[in-house]
């Protein structure tokens, strides 16, 4: 099956700092999508983005396909971003998606 | 609209009982899927469906079964559960399957 690594899978970030969150993967995908599971356990979903680049307030995420990498960008961070990013991807031609271990986000005050 | 539905939120079972998962969404999504969440192993598909009467096996498919009946609801079945199916469960919807995914709240799952 498709292989997703995240990287760092642990960062620490005093807030107001930005970041940025890697995702590669190993085969071409139509399915690729960035996740954020609070300390709660909730999952929610951030973006939707197979190929390009989106915005949504201080995150933005590009997918570069071609190269087989994700990058989620988290700017000015907050104590209520800490949590775990995850980063899942969907082989071309499959539904079944596959998600990478996650990077772990602690943001301090 | 409460999106997608999960019960219970938590279960403790004894080794070979039997149970299931229910999972329901109100958003008329086509493709429905159940994950498992382990410490230090991220989200592991175990089923999906693309629609009512169509489902399939994922990354982790042994001791469960799935049956889609209707757009809405996918039940996840234990026929007989085991240690290693302790676990955080996941049921997730998205339009088409190559949409955006919505989680469910989850079902914290303890077998003894």
């Known amino acids: 099956g498709i292989q997703v690594e995240q990287s760092p899978p642990d960062l620490i970030l005093q807030e107001g700092a930005n970041s940025t969150l890697r995702c590669n993967f190993s085969d071409s995908v139509n399915n690729l999508q960035w996740f954020h599971q609070n300390p709660w356990g909730q999952l929610i979903n951030l973006f939707y983005?197979?190929?390009g680049t989106k915005q949504n307030g201080r995150l933005s995420a590009t997918t570069v396909a071609t190269e087989r990498y994700s990058l989620l960008y988290i700017s000015s961070s907050q104590t209520t971003d800490s949590g775990v990013y995850f980063c899942?991807?969907?082989?071309?031609?499959?539904?079944?998606?596959?998600f990478g271990k996650g990077t772990k986000l602690s943001v301090i005050p | 609209n409460a999106g997608v539905t999960q019960t219970p939120k938590f279960q403790v079972l004894k080794t070979g009982q039997s149970m299931t998962l229910q999972c329901a969404q109100d958003?008329?999504?086509?493709?429905m899927s159940w994950y498992r969440q382990d410490p230090g192993m991220g989200l592991r598909l175990i089923h999906y469906s693309v629609g009512a009467g169509i489902t399939d096996q994922g990354e982790v498919p042994n001791g469960y079964n799935v049956s889609r009946s209707t757009t809405e609801d996918f039940p996840l079945r234990l026929l007989s559960a085991a240690p290693s199916q302790t676990s955080v469960y996941f049921c997730?919807?998205?339009?088409?399957?190559?949409?955006?995914?919505?989680f469910g709240s989850g079902t914290q799952l303890s077998v003894l």
């Open positions: 997730a919807s998205s339009g088409t399957g190559r949409e955006k995914l919505f």
């Open positions: 899942a991807v969907g082989r071309t031609g499959s539904y079944q998606l596959t």
């Open positions: 958003m008329n999504h086509e493709y």
């Open positions: 983005i197979p190929s």
